[in-house]
């Protein structure tokens, strides 16, 4: 069994606590509320894909806390670290005392563990006023890049992050993937078993935090596509997006689809399979629940009902490739962890689940003992009522059910 040591610091009420909660204990974002600060450091064995054990060394944010970290319990809390993760609250009152800590724990990660991986979270992106968060991060990513270098770091990555979007799912998948031994055959793998199904893209995730660990792409057709015939139709009613060749926004199209969906299910008991925001959910019984379309929520909990899709026959201006939203995994992760755990609440086991409208069919299944997969499929049939049933999803299922015992080699069981 493997195990890694991980650091998670930065100032106190930064959100570092917040953010664990949420990826590896199943906390919501409104319920981090209650959480008291970190007093000193807070040890937790976090299990990850069975066999990987993070050795999570949360770190409380007092400045009397950095003065034993640096001080009485330098060796200690810096030695044999694998991976740093640094917050910064992006609203702190005192930056100049927060690149201080910061450079002080590189150098003593620089004289302790001069291998470990360093990211740096600039956190509560959601308190900055939206077209301005690019900006603002920029200038931070450059400042904390100052700090790197005056210490000697060369090699850091950066994310922006909030409790409250997808944002941090794509922070915390990018940090654990680092983790993964093989992960660069884990992916090669991956990508054969999509050009097998024949598939758009095929992601796997994480089976406890449904983190991404690896997705596979289909390689797009090199064809020459009139610019009159390119132009995008975007968020028709069923929330897909037509492009030329491959369905290459599916992936897209499903995140916007799930967050339409009222994904508690209905009173009836039954699903319509072919309605665009329909989400026929597979219990351990094999019952399936009902799904509702419903206006996105937003995080505060109130009714988000802005019209965001255009018509189906309104195009936007021509563009030479498709448009991908570079979220929309993570979003995903978001969406479906969250209806897992209201799967738990209901005293029911979370299987798996297709998602299908009239450009595109998502089977989210269990896969391995540690995750679980997507196979997203676009319509190309003639007849799109039938399409994502039948053969073509017996074919896939099967593929997904052949290919589990060939992908434990490379995720062990526990």
């Known amino acids: 069994m493997a195990k890694k040591k991980v650091l998670l610091m930065g100032k106190a009420h930064s959100g570092k606590t917040s953010m664990r909660s949420i990826i590896f204990a199943n906390y919501l974002a409104r319920d981090t509320m209650r959480l008291s600060p970190t007093l000193d450091v807070e040890h937790h064995h976090v299990r990850f894909l069975g066999d990987l054990v993070l050795n999570l060394w949360d770190c409380g944010g007092q400045d009397a806390f950095y003065e034993s970290y640096f001080e009485r319990d330098r060796e200690t809390i ?6 740093l993760i640094y917050v910064f609250d992006i609203e702190s009152d005192c930056p100049e005392k927060d690149f201080d800590h910061f450079a002080g724990v590189l150098e003593a990660l620089e004289e302790n563990s001069p291998d470990a991986r360093i990211f740096v979270l600039v956190h509560k992106m959601d308190l900055v006023a939206e077209e301005e968060r690019e900006l603002i991060l920029e200038d931070r990513r450059r400042l904390i890049e100052e700090s790197c270098i005056g210490v000697g770091v060369q090699h850091f990555q950066c994310f922006g992050t909030s409790i409250w979007d997808e944002t941090l799912y794509k922070a915390w998948s990018e940090i654990v993937t ?9 992916e090669s793998h991956l990508a054969d078993f999509c050009r097998i199904c024949d598939a758009d893209e095929v992601v796997l995730f994480e089976r406890a935090t449904f983190l991404v660990i690896s997705h596979a792409q289909a390689k797009s057709d090199a064809r020459e596509i009139d610019d009159t015939q390119q132009g995008l139709i975007t968020g028709g009613d069923d929330g897909s997006v037509a492009s030329g060749g491959k369905d290459d926004d599916a992936g897209d199209g499903i995140a916007s689809t799930l967050a339409g969906t009222n994904m508690e299910g209905g009173e009836d008991g039954t699903a319509d399979e072919t309605h665009s925001n329909s989400s026929p959910i597979h219990n351990q019984t094999g019952e399936r629940g009902a799904t509702s379309p419903q206006p996105p929520m937003s995080p505060g909990g ?3 009902n802005k019209q965001s899709a255009k018509p189906a026959n309104q195009l936007s201006a021509p563009s030479p490739t498709p448009q991908f939203d570079a979220h929309r995994f993570e979003k995903i992760s978001n969406i479906v962890k969250q209806f897992k755990l209201s799967c738990g609440k209901a005293q029911s086991q979370f299987q798996g689940m ?6 595109f069919t998502a089977f989210i299944d269990a896969f ?3 995750t679980y997969i997507m196979v997203i499929v676009s319509n190309t049939a003639q007849n799109s009522q039938e399409w994502g049933r039948g053969v073509q999803k017996a074919a896939t299922l099967l593929n997904i059910q052949k290919a ?5 080699q490379f995720i062990p069981r526990s």
């Open 78 to 83: 810096f030695r044999s670290v694998e991976l």
């Open 178 to 186: 680092n983790l993964i031994p093989n992960i660069g055959v884990l």
């Open 302 to 304: 109130k009714t988000d």
């Open 404 to 408: 589990r015992s060939h992908f434990e």
């Open 368 to 370: 391995t003992a540690n």
């Open 354 to 359: 297709d998602v299908r409208n009239s450009r």
